[in-house]
């Protein structure tokens, strides 16, 4: 039980009757009017900010002529000004409404900003991961190692490093199989809280089905703390790392939107990100996504772009491109 704070000392009352003295009159000037009586005051020392409060239409002006100057005057009580909650999801969704977008293409958004713990959301339904579940499958298996008491093995470890920086599928297919394919990805994520994420079949890692919302979820287990995460703090140091690492040429996506004066965050990277392409087999249409953490101006961001339909893949990295920097936009401008 933790220990209760020492009740601190009550503050001596200051009279103040040259205040007092200014809202008398004020109140005997004002107290006529119909509807409410405004009193605006600043303190007698000029250090503190000018005070506001509406005095209520019942106070007769007998009540108010009456008061003596000099004579003790409550202090009417200042409540505070609700302010307007904003509407991140859609302001996001007026900043995505210039991205172009091809004819039967989709993709959604989720972006958090990590300073302020606001987050927004565009899109909705299921997309097919392609080479995103990577991060998710290390996610699953450094879980299962601190289950079992143990780090990764020399094996695991030589499997997870090309995976996440060369986006190597042999060793995804080999840590799949490691953590139980689908039910063992599923049973990781339930812990993580993800709920619209379910693991491809079989042997297919990459056709996991996921949503942005999600995958922004599973983001806060990597690069969140440890209150929120399930991850060890080693562990979500090695997922990071490995993500700040990617291989030239798969450095695209979500990095579009982080800071161009080079600003990075306390690792030192402006970036850390798992890309993922598939051209279907039945459509040649391309799943494009991107997942990460970026750094503007000094605030970091987590944001997750997944798309489908796109009829080239370089141009669905420009799309994944133009909606992460509009969903950044939402937070830093």
């Known amino acids: 039980m933790p220990p209760r704070r020492a009740r601190r000392p009550a503050r001596p009352a200051v009279r103040r009757p040259l205040l007092r003295a200014v809202l008398a009159a004020a109140l005997l000037v004002c107290g006529t009017a119909a509807g409410t009586v405004y009193v605006t005051a600043r303190a007698q020392d000029g250090g503190g900010p000018a005070v506001s409060s509406a005095a209520s239409s019942s106070v007769s002006p007998s009540a108010s002529a009456s008061t003596a100057p000099g004579a003790d005057v409550e202090e009417a009580s200042v409540e505070p000004v609700a302010v307007p909650e904003v509407d991140h999801d859609a ?61 990764l093995t020399a ?125 279907r087999t039945a459509t040649g249409l391309w799943v494009i996504n991107s997942v990460g953490r970026v750094t503007v101006d000094g605030r970091d961001y987590l944001v997750a772009v997944v798309s489908h339909g796109n009829t080239t893949k370089a141009k669905g990295i420009a799309l994944v491109e133009a909606a992460a920097r509009a969903g950044v936009s939402v937070f830093s401008s």
């Open 91 to 151: 302001l996001l969704a007026t900043a995505l409404a210039g991205v172009p977008v091809e004819d039967g293409a989709a993709f959604s958004v989720a972006v958090l900003d990590v300073g302020s713990g606001d987050a927004a959301v565009y899109g909705g339904g299921r997309f097919e991961t392609a080479s995103i579940v990577k991060m998710d499958i290390l996610a699953a298996l450094l879980l299962q190692a601190q289950d079992a008491g143990r780090g």
């Open 155 to 279: 094996q695991e470890t030589a499997y997870a490093a090309p995976m996440i920086r060369d986006s190597d599928n042999t060793a995804a297919t080999a840590l799949w199989k490691a953590i139980g394919q689908a039910g063992g990805l599923d049973a990781a994520n339930k812990r993580f809280g993800l709920t619209e994420t379910e693991g491809g079949y079989g042997l297919y890692w990459g056709l996991t089905r996921t949503t942005a919302a999600d995958q922004l979820v599973l983001l806060r287990q990597v690069f969140g703390d440890d209150e929120e995460s399930e991850l060890s703090g080693a562990s979500r140091t090695y997922v990071r790392r490995l993500m700040g690492q990617v291989a030239v040429g798969q450095d695209w996506g979500v990095s579009a939107a982080a800071a161009a004066d080079g600003s990075t965050d306390s690792s030192g990277v402006r970036f850390a990100l798992k890309n993922g392409w598939l051209p």
